[in-house]
Nanobody, 118 residues
């Protein structure tokens, strides 16, 4: 089993920055990928960015050039990720979730609220 816990949400004005963190615990050696998803009110949860144990990243088009994901990778073990969010827009307002994929299963955090005021 893997557990993930997010931190770092909050309220910022449009154009501002925020950094989210996610720490994994448990059977972390089995993690192959970690990423960030978000869900706005009335919308489906969507992938924002993810990273694998080789450091390969993937971004949604809506955040490319504004968000940066980074992973704490030691001996091919991925145990934490951060999401640096710049040039935030009101449309980025959502609950942001961290997800780890291990043994072909998803492990979700409880989420952290990000609110961007216009």
């Amino acid at each position: 089993q893997v557990q993930v816990v997010e931190s770092g949400g909050g309220t910022v004005p449009a154009g501002g920055s925020l950094k989210l963190s996610c720490a994994a615990s448990g059977d972390i050696i089995t993690i192959i990928r970690m990423g960030w998803y978000r869900q706005a009110p009335g919308k489906q949860r969507e992938l924002i960015a993810d990273i694998d144990t080789h450091g390969t990243t993937n971004y949604a088009n809506s955040v490319k050039g504004r968000f940066t994901i980074a992973g704490d990778i030691t001996a091919n073990t991925l145990n934490a990720v951060t999401l640096q969010m710049n040039s935030l827009e009101p449309e980025d307002t959502a609950v942001y979730y961290c997800r780890a994929r291990a043994r072909n299963l998803p492990f979700w955090g409880l989420g952290t609220q990000v609110t961007v005021s216009s």
